[in-house]
């Protein structure tokens, strides 16, 4: 069984940035893609970034792009999410998850473990 933990999350201002953590424990994920998605009250659950076991290729949703950077640490089982010029559309819930497959997927349905998820909330 793999359990994911997510931290880093919490209230910021307009402009500012957070970073993200999400450790993994029970199981090695060097070898499974990972990935961040947000769920915003009201709204669906949606993709954020990925990247795959080795951290060479990875993908961002267009709202993110060039704001976020997904990255990991497989020697100490952890991926990252640094998030910077974040806005108020960037508050949500943000869940951790492990990929079913060694590669970056932006597909909900392909990561088999999640996080219970942290809070972030952006204010003006």
């Known amino acids: 069984q793999v359990q994911l933990l997510e931290s880093g999350g919490g209230l910021v201002q307009t402009g500012g940035s957070l970073r993200l953590s999400c450790a993994a424990s029970?199981?090695?994920?060097?070898?499974?893609?990972m990935g961040w998605f947000r769920e915003a009250p009201g709204k669906e659950r949606e993709f954020v970034a990925a990247?795959?076991?080795?951290?060479?290729?990875?993908y961002y949703a267009d709202s993110v792009k060039g704001r976020f950077t997904i990255s990991r640490d497989n020697a100490k089982n952890t991926q990252y999410l640094q998030m910077n010029s974040l806005n108020s559309e960037d508050t949500a819930v943000y869940y951790c998850?492990?990929?079913?497959?060694?590669?970056?997927?932006?597909?909900?349905?392909?990561?088999?473990?999640w996080g219970q998820g942290t809070q972030v909330t952006v204010s003006s």
């Open positions: 998850a492990a990929a079913r497959s060694a590669w970056a997927t932006t597909v909900r349905n392909e990561y088999g473990y």
């Open positions: 029970g199981r090695t994920l060097s070898n499974y893609g």
């Open positions: 990247i795959d076991r080795s951290g060479g290729w990875t």
